[in-house]
């Protein structure tokens, strides 16, 4: 029997269960790997579009405290809204009020505190009535997510809605709320390129966050939402709404109270026209090249209102003087009891891109001419002379190299035999000259250098008697460190630009308080400043100050300091191109704005007279009469002890010196003048009254004389000597010098 053997078809319904179940198995495993390929596709690029926010927030805060420069009262210097980031207006959390926190929470994300980034409830509920509305109507973002935002922005979009969720999260993972609160409320912009709460404020409403009322702490609130859209001065009917949902949302919370919420509602606003950021970005650039390395900014000691008001006033100076050609100018403000800083000026009125416009003329070297005598009368004060000195103003030839070289007066005026009151107060060039022989130009320079003259860097033989001129350059801010010294009694220490800094102070005394307090007296003395300035000068101001006026050669630098009893102010004028102006002097340029600054300064301080030192000795005197040698005239004047005629100063040596002619001077005569009218003055310094000097000319005495004596001409060559005498008694014989006469 044949058996028949039945193969089931795998189309049968059994094979065909386990073809459909093993297919199904492909599947789902394809469709899994296919799923786990998605999502780590989509964890890679998350992963690569996440940034890590540490590093870019650390920057963020460390460029706010660097940057960040206040003056005295808190106030921001060189404030630009230009920046991507506020890094002047940073504000600590706990200096925020309580009630703009909270408004800011209401309205911008009412779970802060309790989800970790993202709100996933408020998420939903935007999704939802989004899907509604059939458009966008809210985005439901945190503070957190907002924050990310700012840091790392992106185009609108839900793949930039799931990187900013992840990096939310992360940045709450790394940050304390309170870190993140206090950095939006810092960095959220508002309209016209203002960040944050402080910046926002001041450009409303013209005040600080802790003089705000609650309606504009709402509208603070409530203008975040749309910058570009919200600004009160466009009127404020766009945000009116919004303000009173936020009112009633605080008052369902309990933060606010019904009746404060109508009065709110009904309160309108006055807005505060923001005044214009201080110019100040010079001074702000020195004093961050100065301070010590540190956070926290810098807290200066500058005053923002005062600097504002010198800057209009020397601004205005310049413009005025510009038709002479004139365009640059430096103030810088002092205040002598403390060292500090007040103002510091720095002004090319309507041309901002002058020659030197970029420049600070406040640390720029120039040369002051005359306005740095007082420093060098000062010094001979404490050398031995006195106000009632008698110097002789009379023409005045020096040698450089073997040449001569002749020196006069601004006026080209001398005035004979005058005191040295009125030598310094008329600023005469001749007296100066025989002054910096009386006390030698290495101990000047030593002096100036000691008063922190950094800019004079050459030696003694290279300046020489010309410092007395002022031929060596030096900065403005240097000139009122020395004024600030004599004010300040003659000692001097650096100037303050810190009002917090913690650097003790570094004192020295560079001239006794006596010769300081005759510097002052002198300065202030309108009547002994007469026969330069006359007796209506510009520099007699109402009030007892102590001025000096400067003016360079060519007119290049036009100088005025001044200080009374509580301030040292310093201006200079020119082009910092170093053109020339157009006969633009110390008291016909920057003496009116010196006084313009002195009135401000003035205001709401008691006057008072400049200090005198009570050591000072007061003497009627009578003073020779420079027209007639025969006549005196009486005149009260003051004396350092044992200056004064008939006194014996204790710590006073006198120094004797043959001022002209100079070793090795080579001169010729002058054809078109009679031989028997060609003298050559013989000048012999730091004789008193009753002394007398024997001339020694090729070893043979030719003549005896007070300090001068006429010698007359002759060619040849000469060697010559001389000895001091008082009665019959020897006191000085001078080295020999030699000249030669063609």
């Known amino acids: 029997m044949v058996s028949t053997v039945y193969v089931e078809s795998l189309e049968t319904p059994a094979f065909a269960g ?5 297919t199904m198995r492909f599947k789902i495993k394809y469709l899994a790997l296919a799923a786990t390929a998605v999502v780590f596709a989509f964890s890679l690029a998350t992963y690569a579009a996440v940034t890590p926010l540490q590093s870019s927030l650390r920057a963020i805060q460390s460029d706010a405290q660097t940057l960040q420069i206040t003056d005295r009262n808190g106030k921001p210097l060189t404030v630009s809204y230009q920046n991507r980031w506020n890094v002047y207006d940073s504000v600590p959390l706990y200096n925020v009020p309580e009630f703009l926190q909270q408004a800011f929470i209401v309205s911008e994300d009412k779970r802060f505190f309790d989800h970790a980034g993202v709100d996933w409830q408020a998420r939903g509920s935007a999704l939802l009535q989004n899907w509604k509305s059939g458009h966008t109507v809210r985005g439901a973002s945190t503070i957190s997510e907002q924050v990310v935002r700012m840091v790392n922005p992106r185009p609108r979009s839900l793949w930039s809605k799931w990187v900013e969720g992840i990096e ?23 309209a016209s390129n203002r960040r944050g709460v402080v910046q926002a404020a001041r450009y409303y409403f013209g005040r600080d966050l802790s003089t705000l009322s609650r309606k504009e702490m709402l509208a603070l609130a409530v203008l975040a939402r749309a910058p570009s859209s919200y600004d009160l001065y466009r009127g404020d009917k766009k945000i009116a709404g919004a303000m009173g949902r936020l009112a009633d949302a605080l008052t369902q919370r309990g ?3 019904a009746e404060d919420a109508t009065q709110i509602k009904s309160q309108p606003f006055e807005l505060g026209q923001p005044s214009p950021p201080v110019n100040a970005e010079h001074f702000a650039a020195y004093a961050r090249s100065h301070a010590q390395a540190g956070g926290g900014g810098i807290h200066s000691t500058l005053d923002a209102d005062l600097q504002a008001r010198v800057q ?4 205005d100076r310049v413009r005025a003087l510009s038709r002479k050609n004139l365009h640059n100018a430096g103030a810088i403000v002092v205040d002598h009891t403390t060292g500090e800083i007040l103002a510091w000026v720095v002004a090319n009125a309507d041309n901002p891109g002058a020659p030197g416009s970029r420049i600070d003329a406040v640390t720029v070297p120039r040369q002051p001419g ?3 005598k007082p420093l060098l009368y000062a010094l001979a004060l404490d050398a031995g002379w006195s106000p009632a000195t008698i110097i002789d103003d009379a023409q005045l030839s020096e040698a450089i190299g073997t040449g001569m070289h002749n020196f006069k007066n601004y006026s080209n005026i001398y005035y004979g035999r005058i005191t040295l009151r009125e030598a310094l107060a008329n600023s005469l060039n001749i007296p100066a000259l025989l002054t910096i022989h009386h006390v030698g130009t290495a101990k000047y320079l030593d002096t100036l250098h000691r008063l922190g003259f950094e800019s004079l860097d050459r030696g003694a033989e290279i300046y020489d008697e010309g410092l007395a001129l002022g031929n060596g350059e030096v900065t403005l801010l240097e000139l009122v460190q020395g004024f600030t010294a004599l004010a300040n009694r003659g000692v001097y220490r650096p100037l303050r630009f810190l009002s917090d800094d913690p650097a003790p102070v570094m004192q020295r005394r560079v001239y006794s308080e006596e010769s300081a307090s005759l510097i002052g007296n002198i300065l202030s003395d309108a009547w002994a400043r007469r026969l330069e300035f006359g007796n209506s000068s510009v520099l007699n101001l109402p009030v007892q100050t102590a001025v000096k006026t400067g003016t360079s050669t060519d007119y290049r630098d036009a100088w005025t300091a001044g200080y009374n009893h509580k301030y040292v102010v310093g201006i200079w004028m020119g082009n910092l191109d170093r053109a020339p102006t157009d006969g633009v002097t110390g008291s016909t340029g920057p003496a009116l704005a010196l006084r313009s600054i002195f009135n401000e300064l003035s205001k709401n301080v008691a006057s008072r007279p400049l200090w005198r030192s009570p050591k000072l000795v007061q003497k009627d005197i009578c003073i020779e009469d420079p027209q007639d040698a025969a006549r005196c005239y009486m005149r ?4 350092i002890p044992g200056t004064e005629p008939g006194g014996t100063r204790a710590d006073g040596e006198q120094k004797f010196e043959i001022v002209r002619p100079t070793d090795g001077l080579q001169m010729a005569v002058d054809p078109r003048i009679p031989m028997d009218m060609q003298k050559l003055p013989f000048t012999m310094n730091g004789l008193k009254s009753t002394q007398k000097v024997e001339w020694i000319l090729n070893g043979t005495p030719i003549a005896t004389s007070k300090e001068r004596y006429l010698w007359p001409v002759k060619r040849g060559h000469y060697t010559l000597s001389a000895r001091v005498r008082e009665d019959a008694q020897t006191l000085y014989e001078a080295p020999q010098i030699s000249y030669t006469v063609k």
Do not use: C, N
């Open 312 to 315: 209009k006033i020397v601004d």
């Open 636 to 639: 009260s004047e003051l004396f």
């Open 168 to 190: 939310a999260m992360l940045l709450e993972r790394d940050y304390t709320k309170s870190d993140i609160l206090e950095f939006y409320l810092s960095q959220v912009p508002y």
């Open 255 to 257: 933060i606010l109270d």
């Open 18 to 22: 386990v073809t459909g179940w093993l």
């Open 370 to 372: 005359s306005a740095q």
